[in-house]
């Protein structure tokens, strides 16, 4: 089985959230299920050279507006599986993944040099495996593609769905000179007065794919489908909700090197030491027996921060530290900067995207994390948080519900807490029943037991997309 992964972010490469996780870790993983798994993303600036392998693909042509341009592919094995990186300055040298005019564009663009470096490389997958929006392109040529051109003709597609709020929405008058003005194509992107990336990768794919189980049947509700859910109710035949794993080679507080000091389920012991250099880092006292209350996110609406704007002085008031971690929209940044300017003693933030050491730390140091999403279609802090003996506090919403289990003190068994309705005063009412079992040690660390045992490992993940790829590959 031959698949080529599409994505515009992947870990060790470049990331803004769960998607570049995710492409990082499931061509490693697939390559353990026998799949030949092989992954193209675009070679940004701030992509760190020192992961190319130094050899590349030359001059392949990419046809784009009525000229032949002469791309160059760098290789890279840094992912655990090959990896193709487009070398295109004009539309990839820029300081950030997304967030141009013309991101319709640069991923237009990234698409039809994807497909063209298959062919030159003479490599036919069985699937072509497309991520969110950019990949609407890619779906809706091959599947073009595959009526004249019989190098593309027995390829199959599948686009995964890991956030179905992000549509790549552009001038449809772009549609003509990007390639898709003919009617069909037309028809397949406009939803209401723009054209969707999204939605015509939709319709154009041999299959779906999204990252949990409840995340795919919340997207054909009307609440949840961001105007697409009587779409993917018509393609609920082919549409699979697998849910993300974890790469354990890099989340794990064993061998973390970016801690202060691991431990494992066996010996929690070095989570304190981790507890104080957090503390140290964010310049708060360094008072280990006070909870402390994290959480690491994209500050966008999803995410839940509304709910945690209304009660961050009653999380205050509870005694515990409050740290915060995230890039995003003004209106939350500034937020957190008020909060710790009114609470410099209890309250630590970092405005921005930090990397990856700094998450480790707070996901190491911290005892519980929130997130209290308003939906989410899966989510890997919290699974992160568990391995991490810390203990996630959800809504029950996407992948959050069907990854996190409410703690039963009766029985002993439960991974976090859990609440239902997105009100600020529910998401208190959580954090205040964390806080009572925090304060019962017994109860506490059977609650983070029960977290660092779960198996959340992209072994099984992987099974179930191969699974998906072989049904796929014989339609
Ligand atoms: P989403 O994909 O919606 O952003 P996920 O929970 O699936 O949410 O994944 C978020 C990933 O991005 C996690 O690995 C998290 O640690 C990381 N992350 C989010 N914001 C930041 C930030 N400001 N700095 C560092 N890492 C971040």
């Not at 911290?366 to 203990?391: H, I, K, W």
């Not at 519900?401 to 068994?413: A, C, H, I, L, R």
């Amino acid at each position: 089985m031959r698949v080529a992964i599409l994505t515009s972010e992947a870990v060790p490469f470049a990331k803004t959230g769960g998607l570049a996780d995710v492409s990082g870790a499931l061509p490693k993983a697939l390559t353990e299920q026998d799949v030949d798994a092989r992954l193209i993303l675009p070679l940004y600036d701030q992509i760190d050279r020192g992961f190319l392998n130094g050899d590349s693909i030359e001059d392949i042509r990419v046809e784009w507006r009525g000229q032949v341009h002469h791309v160059r592919f760098a290789l890279s094995d840094a992912a655990g599986a090959p990896a193709y990186l487009l070398e295109t300055p004009e539309f990839f040298a820029r300081p950030n993944i997304y967030g141009y005019k013309d991101d319709h564009i640069r991923f237009a663009y990234f698409s039809r040099a994807a497909l063209a470096l298959l062919k030159h490389l003479d490599w036919q997958p069985d699937v072509v495996n497309g991520n969110d929006w950019p990949s609407g392109f890619a779906m809706q040529e091959l599947r073009a593609r595959r009526r004249y051109d019989p190098f593309f003709q027995p390829i199959r597609t599948v686009l995964s769905l890991h956030n179905v709020g992000y549509q790549g929405f552009f001038d449809p008058g772009d549609l003509w000179w990007l390639g898709f003005g003919e009617r069909p194509e037309v028809d397949d992107f406009m939803l209401e007065r723009s054209a969707s990336a999204l939605k015509a990768g939709i319709i154009a794919a041999d299959a779906l794919s999204t990252v949990s189980p409840r995340y795919s049947r919340e997207i054909q509700t009307r609440d949840q489908g961001h105007g697409l859910d009587w779409l993917l109710r018509s393609r609920a035949d082919r549409l699979v909700g697998i849910a993300n794993g974890v790469d354990y080679t890099i989340w794990n507080p064993e061998t973390d090197p970016d801690i202060a000091a691991n431990f494992s389920v066996d010996d929690l012991s070095g989570k304190r030491e981790c507890k104080i250099d957090l503390l140290r880092r964010f310049g708060l006292p360094q008072d280990a027996e006070r909870p402390i209350i994290a959480v690491i996110s994209r500050l966008v609406k999803q995410k839940g921060y509304d709910l945690i704007r209304q009660i961050a002085p009653a999380i205050v008031q509870t005694g515990s530290f409050f740290i915060a971690l995230g890039a995003g929209a003004s209106e939350y940044e500034d937020f957190l900067q008020q909060l710790h300017e009114r609470y410099p003693r209890e309250v630590g933030i970092y405005k921005g995207y930090a990397g990856e050491p700094l998450a480790h730390q707070i996901e190491a140091g911290a005892d519980m994390f929130l997130m209290p999403s308003l939906y989410e279609p899966c989510g890997l802090n919290q699974m992160y948080s568990m391995r991490y003996g810390t203990v996630p506090i959800v809504r029950a919403t996407g992948g959050l519900d069907d990854t996190v289990e409410q703690f039963n003190p009766s029985t002993g068994t439960g991974t976090g807490f859990k609440f239902g309705p997105y009100e600020a005063g529910a998401l208190l009412e959580k954090i205040r029943e964390a806080l009572y079992f925090y304060g019962r040690p017994d109860d506490w660390k059977k609650i983070q037991r029960n977290g660092m045992l779960v198996d959340n490992s992209w072994e099984a993940a992987a099974k179930k997309y191969a699974e998906l790829y072989r049904e796929v590959a014989q339609l």
